[in-house]
């Protein structure tokens, strides 16, 4: 497996080690890696939103697993991130109802207003912009994902002024 390069700080606090512990507390002693997504989420957004193999190789220790049990589950989900994205990761669904409905074009729309393709992050750190399975909302396509929120029957002109939006730091990530 390949290894990449970016380096991130492993700060495990006693904050974020208190809510694993709680998280911990949910399952029985002897099956720890039953808890790895739900530590792998709160991991993860207290890491600016990725998991370097180090951090996930920690995941791995607290568990008392091996970290290609972490990796496996890292690599698979779409939800978990291996390198640094931008603070604003446009999540669109591109399944079919999407699809149908122009999610391609909006993808490349946005791709092209950023200055960026999709998969990279914008020069400043504040946009990612990906392409994900079904995000459950094929009512309401096309729609993407920000943060915990779903933004749905976009257009370009809905685009903008999501962008617009999260430049001016209106659009909040999670619903904590």
């Known amino acids: 497996m390949e290894k990449y390069i970016y380096k991130q700080d492993i700060n495990i606090t006693p904050e974020l080690m208190a809510r694993i512990n709680e ?3 949910h399952y029985p002693e002897d099956k720890k890696k039953s808890a790895l997504l739900p530590v792998l989420h709160e991991v993860q957004d207290a890491h600016d939103n990725w998991l370097s193999y180090e951090l996930q190789d920690k995941v791995a220790e607290i568990l008392e697993i091996k970290p290609i049990e972490v990796y496996e589950v890292v690599s698979f989900y779409t939800m978990f991130n291996q390198k640094p994205i931008g603070k ?16 391609e074009d909006l993808m490349d729309y946005t791709c092209n207003k950023l200055g960026i393709k999709e998969g990279e992050t914008t020069v400043d750190g504040m946009f990612t912009v990906v392409g994900v399975e ?3 909302a094929c009512g309401y396509a096309p729609m993407m994902q920000i943060g915990d929120f779903y933004h749905e ?5 809905k685009v ?5 939006d999260c430049r001016a730091g209106k659009i909040t990530l999670h619903d904590k």
């Open 23 to 25: 998280l911990l507390s």
């Open 88 to 103: 604003y990761m446009f999540e669109f669904c591109r399944t079919s109802c999407c699809a149908t409905r122009g999610v």
């Open 134 to 136: 079904c995000l459950g």
């Open 153 to 157: 029957n976009l257009n370009q002109e």
């Open 160 to 164: 903008d002024q999501l962008i617009a």
